[in-house]
Every structure is written in structure tokens, then in C-alpha cells.
């Protein structure tokens, strides 16, 4: 293990986008990139989120779009729902993990955890159904063609149909 110094020093230089993906490595990785989050944000002047977010009081772990909103997910396993303005508009629970990846699909938004849980929202925030296929976290979708591809820590890559039902691994 290297440091703590040099991770500090290594991940005070990453732009935003560099700095999530590294998160998503480790817990270790994770627990040192949450303490650069918010810096990383008012160096490129999106400061909406990060101070909006202290309600929450939890950090932001992923970031997506759907219905024309900002989605956040955070460590605590809630995502959460903001308008252009920067304010919260809608707050999902049901998670009990971090949020690893988002995507709008067929007008559901589906969200993926570390403990390998995706659950389907629909336009009112309310969770239409929870899959467990995955044995690893979730680490992103991919739209293909009209199914949704998953894949997980693990390999594993599932395929999801136009409703977010399961269809094949």
C-alpha cells in the first residue's frame, strides 16, 4: 500500500471524471477520492450538487441524467432527484449500498449498487421492481439496441428488456 501522502498527492491532481472512476477501484481508493469529491467540483464550478448534497450529508457516488433531471446516488444508497437549479426536487430510497451507475432507459431509470442490486424507478419515484442477478457491484450500463446491458466487478454481463425484466446472462 502506498502512502497516504503520495495517494493525497496523486489524487489532488485528477480531473472530475478521473477522480469517480478511480473510486470505483477499491473501498481503500473509494474512502480516499470521497475526501477530493467536492474539491474537484468547485475546481471546475459545479458547486450546485456539493452544496445542495450537505443535506444529505452523504457523499456522491455516481451521477446520470433521466427525465431532464440530474441524478445523484450517494454512499448512504439514496438517489436523489435535482432540478437545473441545483435544488432536490425528489429523494428514492430502498438502496442499503452505494450507488455505482444509472441509465434512462424506455422511460425507467434503473439504478446499480455495490452489493449487486438493480432496481427499476419509474417517472413518480417509485421502485416498479428489484433484480439480484449480479454476484459483484454493479459497475455500469450500457443501452444496446432496445435491452439494457449490465455488467458487474465479477464479469458478469446481464441483459435487461424494454420493461427491465431479465432476459439473459
Same mark, same amino acid.
Given at each position: 500500500?502506498?502512502?497516504?501522502?503520495?495517494?493525497?498527492?496523486?489524487?489532488s491532481q485528477l480531473d472530475?471524471?478521473?477522480? %469517480?472512476?478511480s473510486t470505483k477501484v477499491c473501498e481503500?481508493? /473509494?474512502?480516499? #477520492?470521497?475526501?477530493?469529491?467536492?474539491?474537484?467540483r468547485r475546481r471546475k464550478g459545479h458547486i450546485n450538487l456539493v452544496e445542495v448534497s450537505k443535506e444529505g450529508n452523504s457523499p456522491i457516488s455516481s451521477l446520470g441524467t433521466f427525465n431532464g433531471l440530474l441524478v445523484s446516488g450517494s454512499v448512504d444508497g439514496k438517489i436523489r432527484w435535482w432540478n437545473?437549479?441545483?435544488?432536490?426536487?425528489?429523494?428514492?430510497?430502498?438502496?442499503?449500498?452505494? %450507488?455505482?451507475?444509472?441509465?434512462?432507459?424506455?422511460?425507467? /431509470?434503473?439504478? #446499480?449498487?455495490?452489493?449487486?442490486?438493480i432496481r427499476w424507478?419509474?417517472?413518480?419515484?417509485?421502485?416498479?421492481?428489484?433484480?439480484t442477478k449480479h454476484k459483484s457491484r454493479i459497475v455500469q450500463f450500457e443501452?444496446?439496441?432496445h435491452l439494457l446491458v449490465s455488467g458487474s466487478a465479477?464479469?458478469?454481463?446481464?441483459?435487461?428488456d424494454r420493461d427491465g425484466h431479465f432476459m439473459k446472462a
Open positions: 500500500s502506498l502512502p497516504r501522502e503520495l495517494h493525497a498527492s496523486i489524487f472530475y471524471e478521473s477522480l %469517480l472512476s481503500r481508493w /473509494l474512502e480516499i #477520492g470521497e475526501k477530493f469529491v467536492p474539491r474537484a437545473i437549479k441545483g435544488r432536490c426536487v425528489r429523494t428514492l430510497t430502498g438502496h442499503s449500498d452505494t %450507488l455505482m451507475c444509472f441509465a434512462d432507459h424506455n422511460h425507467l /431509470l434503473a439504478s #446499480g449498487s455495490v452489493d449487486g442490486e424507478w419509474n417517472e413518480r419515484g417509485e421502485c416498479a421492481h428489484t433484480e443501452a444496446f439496441k465479477d464479469g458478469g454481463i446481464n441483459l435487461w
